[in-house]
């Protein structure tokens, strides 16, 4: 399992803006009375404990590579956490719906995982996730060409393109397995209040890996320049800073009829 380099407190430090793909992303799953709902990559699992209410005869089960975001987990009597990577996730049970918040991003071979978790769906079962899809934007853009320049000898390894693919790409993979696919885009224009605004939302997410590598004094400089870069990307206005934010969402449910005509005649 890779190190743990998530900070609850940073993360949640716009869990409003944060938490309203995950309710845009499950209104879209029209799951009747489902038994067990698993949520990949939780984090701190108050968007897990959403998805007990809205199935209140389901079980939810959250699944999280970081100790520090499961350690602020809560607990009911439907729902459980566990520590783990997703990508070694098997179904100890059927899961008749399968939802993964802003996590895949974060898999270079999530299409795999997305194909495997697709096929163990049960007939009438549900796969819904989201990913940031705005890798492109200024707040990814500039900071991957500090770190392929002025911090090449420190980060250059972790300068990312786009891991994620678009909303047809992910209907195409789903549909070729059988399932019904509702796949979308949306841009969110976040207004984020203080200084620093963007800064401070990046350091919660994408800059996580630079940050956990780099000494305090030399985390300090790397912040400096970022800083100064986003800065001038989003200024701050008497409003707040204006951050758009582009988002790619799916949902495909398992096609009951196709199910059937694959399933062994007796």
């Known amino acids: 399992m890779a190190p743990d380099i998530w900070d609850p407190t940073i993360y949640g430090t716009y869990a409003d803006e944060r938490s309203r793909p995950f309710f845009d992303l499950i209104t879209r799953v029209a799951a009747?009375?489902?038994?067990?709902?698993?949520?990949?990559?939780?984090?701190?699992?108050?968007?897990?404990?959403?998805?007990?209410?809205?199935?209140?005869?389901?079980?939810?089960?959250?699944?999280?590579?970081?100790?520090?975001?499961?350690?602020?987990?809560?607990?009911g009597e439907r729902?459980?956490?566990?520590?783990?990577?997703?990508?070694?996730?098997?179904?100890?049970?059927?899961?008749d719906v399968i939802v993964s918040n802003a996590a895949l991003q974060w898999i270079p071979e999530h299409?795999?995982?997305?194909?495997?978790?697709?096929?163990?769906?049960?007939?009438g079962g549900w796969l819904a996730f989201q990913v940031p899809g705005n890798f492109d934007a200024p707040s990814h853009a500039l900071i991957r060409r500090l770190c392929r320049t002025t911090w090449r000898d420190d980060l250059g390894d972790l300068a990312r393109d786009s891991p994620v693919g678009d909303p047809a790409e992910y209907l195409d993979l789903l549909a070729g397995l059988g399932c019904v696919v509702d796949a979308w885009e949306t841009t969110c224009v976040h207004v984020?209040?203080?200084?620093?605004?963007?800064?401070?939302?990046?350091?919660?997410?994408?800059?996580?890996?630079?940050?956990?590598?780099?000494?305090?004094?030399?985390?300090?400089?790397?912040?400096?320049?970022c800083a100064r870069l986003l800065g001038d990307?989003?200024?701050r206005r008497p409003y707040g800073t204006a951050f758009p934010f582009r988002r790619v969402?799916?949902?495909?449910?398992?096609?009951?009829?196709d199910s059937e005509e694959q399933a062994p005649q007796g």
């Not at 998805?51 to 350690?71: E, F, K, N, Q």
């Not at 729902?79 to 899961?95: C, G, H, K, M, T």
């Not at 194909?115 to 049960?122: D, E, I, K, T, V």
């Open 249 to 257: 969402f799916v949902v495909a449910r398992k096609d009951r009829k």
């Open 233 to 235: 990307a989003y200024p």
């Open 32 to 75: 009747d009375a489902p038994e067990h709902v698993v949520d990949l990559g939780c984090g701190t699992g108050e968007l897990t404990a959403e998805l007990a209410r809205r199935w209140p005869t389901a079980t939810v089960h959250g699944i999280d590579s970081s100790a520090a975001m499961i350690g602020k987990a809560p607990r």
């Open 111 to 123: 299409r795999e995982l997305l194909a495997r978790w697709a096929q163990g769906l049960p007939a």
């Open 192 to 225: 984020l209040p203080g200084d620093d605004a963007v800064l401070n939302w990046v350091r919660g997410t994408a800059l996580r890996p630079m940050l956990a590598r780099l000494g305090p004094d030399r985390r300090a400089d790397f912040l400096a320049d």
């Open 79 to 95: 729902l459980d956490f566990e520590v783990a990577d997703i990508r070694d996730w098997r179904p100890r049970r059927p899961a």
